[in-house]
């Protein structure tokens, strides 16, 4: 066993234990089914707690979320998703391919959190704080993956499994169509999907095993001198 194997299983003794389990155990789920262990109502009180919680630089509230649970929506979400996405690629066999994982891994969920940025609100806060115009589009993407990821550790607690989607990010037309389809104002832009489910297999691609590199190349203590680096 390497020692990044005996930190990767190792347990965590502090309080933040519990934490840390939901952590180790989010994953990215491609088996799901569109079962729910939870109710609507109670998926719907997770989304507006993560969205209220998460922090955005300056307050600025960024970050928009729409739960799709209605299986018609969201079936017809994900049509869009392949048509368009498939539309964009030559080869036949990767057409068959994605049009199969989106059926199998996306669409066949319970439900979808869509991730977006309200643009309105990013430029009024570019133009108030020009010293950091640059950086507030940015903050903006990082405050969004805090979100995606307190969705995506939360669902996981619950028991579901999901995954983390990009299909507008690279399909301008996935991204059009999604807003036009919710009637959602265009500039919401569409940051992330995150399709949903009862977990209904092991996390990953199929006969793929997660892989870690070593924590020493990525991590830095800094303590004092005769503190002992455990
Ligand atoms: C910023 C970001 C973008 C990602 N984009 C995608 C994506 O478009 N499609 C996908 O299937 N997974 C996507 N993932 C998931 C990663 O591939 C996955 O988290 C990583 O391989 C580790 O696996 P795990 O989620 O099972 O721990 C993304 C993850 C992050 C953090």
Redesign the pocket.
């Known amino acids: 066993m390497t020692v990044t194997q005996e930190k990767q299983d190792r347990k965590i003794t502090t309080k933040s234990a519990a934490f840390f389990e939901a952590v180790k155990t989010?994953?990215?789920n491609y088996n799901i089914t569109n079962e729910s262990p939870l109710t609507n109502e109670q998926l719907q009180e997770i989304i507006e707690q993560a969205v209220l919680h998460t922090p955005t630089a300056f307050n600025s509230q960024t970050s928009r979320a729409i739960l799709i649970v209605d299986k018609e929506k969201n079936d017809q979400i994900w049509e869009i998703v392949k048509k368009r996405f498939i539309e964009s690629l030559i080869d036949k066999n990767m057409q068959a391919f994605w049009s199969n994982h989106i059926d199998n891994s996306f669409k066949a969920g319970y439900g979808t959190v869509i991730f977006f940025e309200d643009q309105n609100i990013i430029k009024q806060f570019a133009s108030e704080k020009l010293q950091y115009a640059q950086e507030i589009p940015i903050w903006s993407g990082e405050s969004s993956?805090m979100l995606q990821y307190i969705v995506w550790s939360a669902l996981t607690v619950e028991g579901y499994g999901a995954?983390?989607?990009?299909f507008a990010g690279y399909t301008p037309h996935v991204k059009a169509d999604i807003n036009d389809f919710l009637e959602i104002p265009k500039h919401w832009k569409n940051t992330a999907m995150m399709p949903f489910g009862l977990k209904n297999g092991p996390?990953?691609h199929p006969g793929a095993t997660?892989q870690f590199g070593p924590i020493e190349d990525r991590t830095r203590f800094i303590f004092k001198d005769n503190d002992t680096v455990v």
Do not use: V
């Not at 995954?163 to 990009?166: G, N, T, V």
């Open positions: 989010r994953r990215s993956a995954s983390l989607q990009h996390p990953g997660k």
